[in-house]
């Protein structure tokens, strides 16, 4: 996996990945090493690059709801309702009330899970294993409740344009409440077990820190903007789906365990989110309207010639879908902006003058996932 | 964005903005290439349009294109530019020296449709390996089933009408 | 051993004593002692210790992680990861293969002591799966590497998955290593 190679200059370049041992997917980086001091990143991605867009502007509308799953497997219901928002939009469907309650179920279900995974993975790179399997065995719960839901664990396909394909049933939502209260327990324990870790706390104070201003300068969105200090969460900035109806704050950055903006803050900003979610949960399952899910739609879907750019917070940021449509059943462009292929290109200008073992910590920090990049 | 337009036409007196106005969804700009960055550094910097939103690369049937979405902070508005490229010749000024973020967009760019970005410092492949051929977003794209000693043919032959491939 | 209700004479007496007392040390020692081929004693090793390498690609690689997690644990048919390839004697293929990593999965085959198994995990390291309309993503990584055991689903569960080792194992199980094959003309 690592390739050394020394330079006429007693500076080294180190090959690290595709093979990665963390879990963010295929990812490589070449590093130009001074000892253990980092002179400079180059992220070499495109090993997962599986030609989505190009398989948008193949397939019809409906069909290419499976394909937004693999753009993100790890929050794959956010990128369903959102590429079913911007197509709602091209052609001016209005979406029922249940419906857009249910989206807002399943995306923050499926945002606790996406952040459990990180701050599990987070910890298992700084090199404990065990917070991981804790992260793993809650995450479990509510794939159940994914399946119990839709029929699928990881890439549900649990949106269809107009509506969702399936309504809650009363027992769902009650065994639901009982798994957030277990997750919030688990919280608790996870807090005394890694948050407030003395070691954890100074693997990743101080490293890599991010301010506002080269935050916004580098594109970067969602969970790592705000842990840099901006109160901005297109939840509630740009309303969709009636999140306006719902009360909770935004978590941003507070630095309290070093600087603001560094790695701990953007730990602790997802975890402030899962709290944020299950309030958000809660108050959904307990005004959920009843009526339809789903909205009369023609056979064919053919929107009307024009474009859209949508943008939805997903777990990793700002989930944007350009689509072009020429007035046919296939889109003409769709092209899908993501937070992790924002966040790449930050990892050369803060990754310089870390050391190696701080790299790794930083780059689990930012929450890439190498399909996100790729696509 | 309207109004937008027009001031820009009077800001800009050389350059040709034309404002597009489509059955659906958003509205967009076209700019002239040679006023590409100019223009967008007066909406970051005059118009406080401070995010780049997305940067993203497409095609119609005459022309490349390059597409900026910028939004204002402030004032909650979105823009959407455009410049049209020739085909043969797609050059247009980067933007990177406003958003270092948006180099990473325009390798992307470059990679899967050919638009060249001048002033670029590292403009190489991003998603395909260094020596692919072709640049696999434009329509008339043909999809290899050969890449170095990897033989990629279908096992059965693929239904969809617009796939092309080489025989 | 047949039983007997009671006994006559005292030589008879003496027999059944021995009896009981090989009955006895025979009880003890079967739960030590195991008569088997050289061959079925190897494979019941190498079964049990399938040691995969911590690799995954694509979707399927969070359903691997979580088959290795506390509900699935494939820890328990003493399948554990290690993360160089020179220690393994698995590669399970988890995702979409593209044209740009092909070509390194093969380097980290090659690098993978003999014997060694590939479980192919999903639609898309099977043969493309949905990706088959992509220009960029190889369409089975049977083209570049020998396949033991493929795992169909999109992605596959960790039941599934679990499954897929238990069928490999029957077939390390199944194998004769010292046994010359029988070279055809």
């Keep these: ?375 | 964005m309207e109004t937008l337009h027009t001031r820009l036409q009077e800001k800009f007196p050389n350059a040709q903005v034309t404002f597009a106005n489509l059955e659906a969804g958003d509205h967009y700009i076209i700019v002239d290439t040679a006023h590409l960055h100019s223009i967008i550094s007066y909406l970051k910097i005059d118009e406080h349009y401070t995010i780049l939103m997305c940067l993203s690369g497409a095609e119609d049937s005459e022309f490349l294109q390059s597409v900026y979405h910028l939004f204002s902070e402030s004032s909650r508005k979105k823009v959407t530019l455009k410049v049209r490229l020739p085909k043969d010749n797609p050059e247009v000024e980067t933007i990177g020296d406003l958003w270092p973020g948006a180099y990473f967009f325009e390798r992307e760019a470059y990679d899967l449709f050919g638009i060249i970005y001048k002033n670029h410092p590292d403009l190489r492949r991003i998603m395909l390996p260094e020596d692919w051929i072709g640049h696999p977003l434009r329509k008339n794209y043909i999809d290899p089933i050969q890449y170095q000693d990897i033989n990629n043919e279908r096992a059965y032959p693929c239904d969809v009408p617009n796939v092309t491939e080489k025989k | 051993m047949e039983k007997r209700d009671h006994i006559e004479t005292r030589e008879e007496y003496r027999t059944k004593e021995n009896e009981v007392q090989e009955w006895s040390a025979y009880q003890k020692l079967s739960d030590n002692v195991l008569f088997t081929s050289l061959d079925k004693i190897l494979n019941l090793g190498r079964a049990n210790s399938l040691w995969y390498l911590l690799f995954g690609t694509a979707c399927c690689a969070i359903e691997l992680m979580q088959t290795g997690g506390p509900r699935a644990d494939l820890d328990r048919f003493g399948s554990v990861f290690r993360p160089t390839p020179r220690q393994c004697d698995l590669i399970i293929i988890a995702g979409t293969v593209t044209l740009k990593m092909a070509s390194r999965i093969k380097i980290l085959y090659d690098q993978m002591p003999e014997p060694k198994y590939v479980i192919s995990m999903g639609s898309c390291a099977n043969c493309g799966g949905l990706f088959d309309l992509g220009y960029s993503v190889l369409r089975g990584i049977d083209k570049v590497i020998p396949v033991d055991v493929y795992v169909p689903g999109c992605p596959p569960r960790p039941e599934a998955l679990t499954e897929g080792l238990l069928v490999l194992q029957q077939k390390v199980k199944n194998e004769k290593f010292l046994v010359k094959e029988k070279k055809s003309i």
Excluded at chain 1, 173 to 190: D, V
Excluded at chain 1, 193 to 199: H, K, M, Q, R
Excluded at chain 1, 201 to 222: H, Q, Y
Excluded at chain 1, 342 to 358: N, V
């Design chain 1, 1 to 375: 996996m690592y390739e050394l190679e020394k330079n006429n200059d007693n500076t080294m370049t180190l090959n690290m990945g595709p093979h990665h041992p963390s879990t963010h997917g295929v990812l490589r980086f070449i590093l130009e090493m001074d000892g253990e001091i980092i002179l400079s990143v180059k992220p070499d991605v495109g090993y997962l690059h599986r030609s989505i867009e190009k398989i948008g502007e193949r397939v019809t509308y409906p069909a290419f709801m499976p394909y937004t799953d693999r753009v993100d497997y790890v929050a794959a219901a956010n990128c369903n309702v959102g590429y079913a928002l911007a197509v709602e939009k091209l052609m001016g469907i209005e979406t029922p009330e249940r419906a857009q309650y249910l989206r807002v179920i399943v995306s923050e279900l499926n945002r606790i899970i996406s952040h459990l995974l990180m701050t599990g993975v987070l910890a298992m790179d700084l090199g404990a294993y065990t917070p991981f399997l804790h992260a793993v065995r809650e995450r479990e719960k509510i794939n159940d409740i994914f399946e119990i839901l839709c029929g699928a664990r990881l890439t549900y396909n649990l949106a269809t344009i107009g509506g969702m394909p399936f309504d809650i049933k009363e027992t769902t939502i009650r065994k639901c409440l009982e798994i957030l209260e277990g997750l919030k327990k688990f919280l608790k324990e996870f807090d005394d077990l890694v948050t407030n870790n003395a070691i954890f706390i100074s693997r990743l104070a101080n490293i890599g820190v991010i301010d506002k201003e080269t935050a916004k300068a580098f594109m970067l969105s969602g969970p790592n903007l705000r842990a840099a200090g901006a109160h901005w969460d297109l939840r509630k900035n740009e309303t969709y789906f009636l999140y306006d109806r719902f009360k909770f704050d935004i978590a941003v950055g507070s630095g309290k365990a070093g600087t603001l903006g560094d790695s701990y803050d953007r730990f602790s900003v997802r975890m402030k989110e899962i709290e944020t979610s299950i309030s958000i949960l809660e108050q959904a399952f307990k005004s959920l309207p009843s009526g339809e899910v789903q909205a009369k739609l023609p056979k064919t879907l053919k929107p009307p010639k024009g474009e859209v750019y949508v943008r939805t917070e997903s777990a990793r940021g700002e989930l944007g879908y350009y689509i072009i449509s020429d007035g046919t059943a296939k889109a003409s462009r769709i092209k899908i902006r993501t937070g992790s292929f924002a966040a790449i290109s930050i990892l050369d200008k803060i990754g310089r003058g870390l050391m190696l073992s701080d790299l790794v910590a930083f780059m689990a920090s930012l929450d890439l996932i190498a399909p996100e990049i790729d696509r």
